[in-house]
């Protein structure tokens, strides 16, 4: 866990390398998503990230605290890659992004930001080594799930849910109305629910022939949990 502004900001200003590689693999994965929003491809949207990170230290000693940290450097990466998305002449804000669709997959390099899915418990009642095999499978499990959930909803639900970034920062960095927001992370939600289930019954079956005393129910409520714990990296 990161630790607060009035700390972090300070060592961070001080040049502590530590404290910049901490915020370094904490939001680098968040900050690709966003870019990614915008630009063509996870090259250019890495290339917008970098970019990022530069004004961070151009910027900082200029950071007056009006918002958090993170959502200073969100909107910083956001802005950058609106300026990148129009000089590729390519521009696709959020408000205009079409739903799901043949090409609506999610890239897992895209999903994992070069970090990889983190759950960060077992579910109640399953000890070790069986709690081992059930968080792998359950991260395995809301990554398929997460790609079926269409690219919109996908990064508005990601920030809210899993960068933990407010309705009125998302609204923001995305350039969406209030109303907007809520209706893309409702809809997420439902969508990551449905498919999560869908994912899960696959799961039961196949324990049901192979593993038949591990409890399949405990895929869902790990699944439910691997969300909270995607590495943010």
């Known amino acids: 866990m990161l630790p607060a502004d009035s700390d972090l900001v300070p060592a961070l200003l001080r040049g502590e390398e530590a404290a ?45 605290g009006r918002s958090s940290l993170k959502t200073w450097i969100f909107t910083i990466a956001a802005n950058r890659a609106r300026t990148r998305a129009k000089r590729e002449a390519r521009a696709v804000p959020m408000s205009a992004v079409g739903g799901g669709g043949p090409d609506g997959g999610l890239d897992p390099d895209r999903l994992r930001g070069g ?76 969508k990551l629910r449905s498919a999560l289930a869908t994912t899960c019954r696959r799961c039961r079956t196949r324990r049901s022939s192979h593993e038949p005393h591990q409890p399949a129910d405990a895929v869902v409520r790990g699944g439910g949990r691997a969300i909270v714990g995607l590495a943010r990296r």
Request: with cysteine.
């Open 115 to 190: 970090g990889g899915w983190l759950v960060t418990d077992a579910p109640e009642g399953i000890d070790s080594p069986e709690a081992e095999t059930i968080a792998w499978e359950a991260s395995g499990v809301v990554e398929e799930a997460l790609a079926a959930v269409p690219e919109r909803q996908r990064t508005v639900l990601l920030l809210r849910d899993v960068e933990g970034l407010s309705s009125e920062d998302v609204c923001n960095l995305l350039e969406i109305s209030h109303s907007n927001q809520r209706v893309l992370l409702h809809r997420g939600r439902a």
């Open 20 to 64: 910049f590689a901490s915020i370094l693999d904490a939001w680098s994965g968040g900050l690709q998503r966003v870019a990614r929003s915008y630009v063509r491809t996870n090259e250019i949207a890495d290339e917008v990230v970098q970019d990022t990170w530069r004004a961070v230290i151009a910027g900082l000693p200029r950071f007056e």
